[in-house]
């Protein structure tokens, strides 16, 4: 995979050094972007630039970055390792993509040779739940799950919900991921708590996010990128300027990866680390629920 990948492990010993730098707490004013706008308000806007994108949603991400993100999420599904009989978390997963790669996963490894009688029966256990808060986005996913013939055997569950509340039960899920969804919720820190209350003890947190770049010279390009290609795509190909606009505004606004990381561990996760792709465009976040 032609991805330069750095990883850092990061100790929970280690993150008190970093308290230095100013938390990111969320009031009455939050971020919409470069705006600032009340709570409410931002929930409506994300919602209309959702609704706005949905049908267009994954062909923009092939376009944006020139496909990438299909080794990005294969890279995500690699870490979480899957397998048949689990039940898994996919939060903000809406048009269905992580969650057909975690499928195709557990059906390799059924093939590799489980006995039968063992193998059906952790087949009728597996569960593989895509919430999001946006109806569009989960109509387009099960469009797509119809026309590919995911989810027959009921493994798929399409939720509507928020990932800020969620309506599943205390250490029921054996693995939670977040893909290109985190950066837009208004309480990054409810997001967290809520992970880490649904996952059994040993389940793992995943989040997939576009990140910073600190590179000078690379910054500097994927800036001009971001700012002046990105927008005029969207508004090409999906008709839509402002909220093209809006994803490389929230790019900018959301914390980098080490505070992040923070964020992760503050929430009760141990064993957080995280991987850069393509010199930090995007980052892979993982963390343990022990």
Not at 140 to 157: M, P
Not at 181 to 192: D, F, Q, S
């Amino acid at each position: 995979m032609a991805l330069g990948a750095a990883t850092k492990r990061l100790g929970n010993k280690l993150f008190p050094a970093l308290s230095s730098t100013p938390r990111l707490l969320h009031s009455h004013a939050t971020s919409f972007g470069f705006k600032h706008v009340n709570e409410e308000e931002k929930a409506r806007m994300v919602g209309d630039v959702f609704t706005s994108v949905a049908a267009s949603y994954d062909t923009m991400n092939d376009l944006m970055s020139a496909g990438l993100h299909r080794l990005w999420k294969e890279r995500l599904v690699s870490m979480l390792n899957p397998f048949p009989g689990m039940k898994h978390l996919d939060v903000a997963g809406g048009t269905g993509d992580v969650a057909f790669r975690i499928l195709d996963n557990i059906n390799r490894v059924k093939q590799r040779g489980l006995p039968d009688g063992f193998n059906d029966a952790l087949e009728s256990e597996t569960r593989i739940y895509v919430c999001d808060i946006n109806p569009n986005m989960l109509n387009v996913g099960k469009q797509r799950a119809a026309a590919k013939g995911y989810g027959e055997d009921g493994s798929l569950v399409w939720v509507e919900g928020n990932a800020e509340s969620l309506s599943f039960q205390n250490d029921s899920m054996d693995g939670y991921t977040v893909a290109f969804g985190i950066r837009n919720v208004t309480h990054i820190e409810k997001v967290l708590s809520e992970a880490h209350r649904v996952l059994k003890h040993g389940g793992r947190f995943l989040c997939l996010e576009l990140s910073h770049v600190s590179l000078p010279i690379f910054k500097e390009l994927y800036d001009l990128y971001s700012f002046s290609v990105i927008p005029r795509l969207g508004e090409m190909v999906a008709g839509d300027r402002e909220s093209y606009q809006y994803l490389v505004e929230s790019i900018r606004r959301f914390p980098p990866q080490e505070k992040f990381a923070s964020m992760i561990a503050d929430a009760g996760f141990q064993k957080v680390e995280y991987e850069n792709l393509v010199g930090g465009v995007v980052a892979i976040h993982s963390g343990v629920k022990i």
